[in-house]
């Protein structure tokens, strides 16, 4: 079974340009997540998808920060435009009950 | 804020057992303990959970004890590819926002030949 999808792996862009991540989560996965890892700290969750609806957002910083999940499979996160703070791993997770999450590898985002 | 606490780092030899312990003391009854492992450049790796009962897996067995505020993650036979941050995290059987997982720190485990 393959595992949830991330691209891109790593991204470099100066400050004030814009940036998406995309993630395909495991077919049959209704729950998607997304989360912003700072070097050193835990996972911080942005925001949380049952299907395409957003059903926890409060963690998203919405002056920069936009999601979707078309269709409720795949999701998109977008930045724009990015501060050099926005610099971190972005992880995107599903889950097939809502309990126990699998995590892609991530994508790396440095703001220069 | 994150509700449990856990020791920053441990170091086991390779092939013992791994013991790592995590303190919960304002779990509520309606609470899982979840645990999860993350291995460097990689994104975070479900091992287990379990809400009162000891509860064992092909990866690793979890200890509750009676009052539920505190386990202990147990890996018995650590190898080298065990080395990884290890969270433990509390989260809620309820729907809702309290369904989210509260991240912390986690302990580095170093697994040494």
């Known amino acids: 079974e393959a595992g949830v999808v991330q691209s891109p792996r790593y991204k470099i862009i100066e400050k004030k340009q814009p940036v998406a991540f995309w993630c395909n989560p495991i077919?049959?996965?209704?729950?998607l997540y997304w989360y912003r890892q700072n070097l050193g700290q835990g996972p911080e969750l942005l925001i949380r998808?049952?299907?395409?609806?957003?059903?926890?957002d409060s963690q998203l910083p919405k002056d920069r920060f936009s999601a979707e999940r078309l269709k409720g499979v795949d999701s998109t996160l977008k930045i724009q435009p990015a501060e050099l703070g926005d610099s971190a791993v972005y992880l995107c997770a599903s889950s097939p009950t809502g309990r126990e999450q699998y995590f892609g590898p991530g994508t790396r985002l440095t703001v220069t | 804020d994150a509700k449990t606490t856990q020791p920053p780092s441990m170091d086991c030899a390779e092939g013992r057992a791994a013991n790592l312990p995590c303190n919960h003391s304002t779990i509520s009854g309606n609470e899982y303990v979840y645990w999860y492992r993350q291995i460097h450049s990689q994104g975070p790796q479900y091992i287990i959970h379990?809400?009162?009962?000891?509860e064992t897996n092909e990866m690793a067995s979890l200890i509750i004890t009676e009052d539920r505020k505190s386990s202990t993650l147990i890996l018995p036979h650590a190898t080298l590819r065990d080395t990884a941050v290890y969270y433990c995290?509390?989260?809620?059987?309820?729907?809702?926002?309290?369904?989210?997982?509260?991240w912390g720190l986690g302990t580095s485990l170093a697994v040494n030949p």
């Open positions: 077919s049959g996965h209704n729950t």
């Open positions: 998808y049952e299907n395409e609806e957003a059903v926890d």
């Open positions: 995290i509390v989260r809620s059987s309820n729907a809702g926002n309290n369904r989210k997982l509260i």
């Open positions: 379990g809400l009162k009962n000891n």
